[in-house]
């Protein structure tokens, strides 16, 4: 029989149902914005109710996704600096060695397989680049939102040049997502045709031995820890 192991914990599933769902809102509301002038453009906007309710939509899913995007790196650096939490997802030299391992393995120049452990360097590369693109899309969004108050304080072209970061960051993180992370969550060999653990929590043993292999050498020397403590008792 499989044997599963939890990889993600309620908070995590919630908080990526959460970000999936807003991120395709702000996606579906943002970039017929953009594109106005184009036939696809004025049919979803037509379709969705007209452009005061597409730009309302846009507006409230912005908010939330600030929302989502602060509990998260609030609730992250409290659980670093409490101790329940590690620093698995911070890139380390390690990673730049993992990646030129792989691609001297891709390239068929070398027979070694680098070994990973909780996220490997292309989960943390897209995890940062979520984060990063996600306080540029916020901090130009609320420009956006609030323009006759930021121009009280700064010079007023800044309104414009953050719609243009804003649509241009807007425009490359849609398109990351669509080619990056389906290829990832869906049509790469190891997972084809839907890796469905961020949903369940739960990866089967032999997904982790491959993947994550140095994670779980520790999971099995924790379980190990365990079951001599309690024999010891
Ligand atoms: C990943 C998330 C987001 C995507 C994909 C996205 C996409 C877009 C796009 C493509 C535009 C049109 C820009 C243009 O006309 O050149 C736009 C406009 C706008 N966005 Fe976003 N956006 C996102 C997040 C946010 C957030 C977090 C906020 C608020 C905090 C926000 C507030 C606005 C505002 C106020 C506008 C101007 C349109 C209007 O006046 O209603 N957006 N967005």
Not at 55 to 78: D, E, Q, Y
Not at 119 to 139: H, M, P, S
Not at 144 to 156: N, S, Y
Not at 164 to 191: C, K, Q, R, T
Request: charge should be positive.
């Amino acid at each position: 029989m499989t044997e599963y192991v939890t990889r993600f914990t309620l908070r995590q599933r919630l908080e990526h149902i959460c970000v999936m769902s807003l991120f395709l809102t702000l996606s579906l509301t943002g970039l017929p914005q953009k594109f106005y002038q184009s036939g696809w453009a004025e049919t979803m906007i037509l379709w969705m109710g007209g452009i005061d309710r597409v730009r309302w939509l846009h507006r409230a899913a912005g908010i939330l996704f600030t929302l989502v995007t602060f509990t998260h790196l609030t609730t992250a650096i409290g659980l670093v600096m409490t101790g329940r939490s590690n620093l698995s997802l911070v890139p380390t030299r390690q990673d730049f060695t993992d990646a030129i391992v792989t691609l001297k393995y891709y390239l068929g120049t070398s027979d070694l397989k680098a070994k990973f452990g909780r996220f490997d360097y292309r989960q943390k590369f897209e995890y940062w680049g979520l984060v990063l693109g996600a306080v540029i899309v916020i901090a130009t969004g609320m420009v956006l939102l609030f323009p006759l108050l930021v121009a009280r304080f700064l010079p007023g072209a800044l309104i414009p040049a953050a719609k243009l970061a804003h649509g241009n960051e807007a425009l490359m993180a849609f398109l990351v997502v669509i080619l990056w992370h389906i290829y990832n969550a869906h049509l790469s060999p190891d997972v084809f045709p839907f890796d469905t653990s961020i949903f369940t929590g739960k990866v089967s043993r032999e997904r982790m031995e491959h993947e994550h292999p140095l994670e779980w050498a520790e999971i099995e020397e924790r379980r190990r820890r365990r079951s001599r403590s309690v024999w010891v008792k």
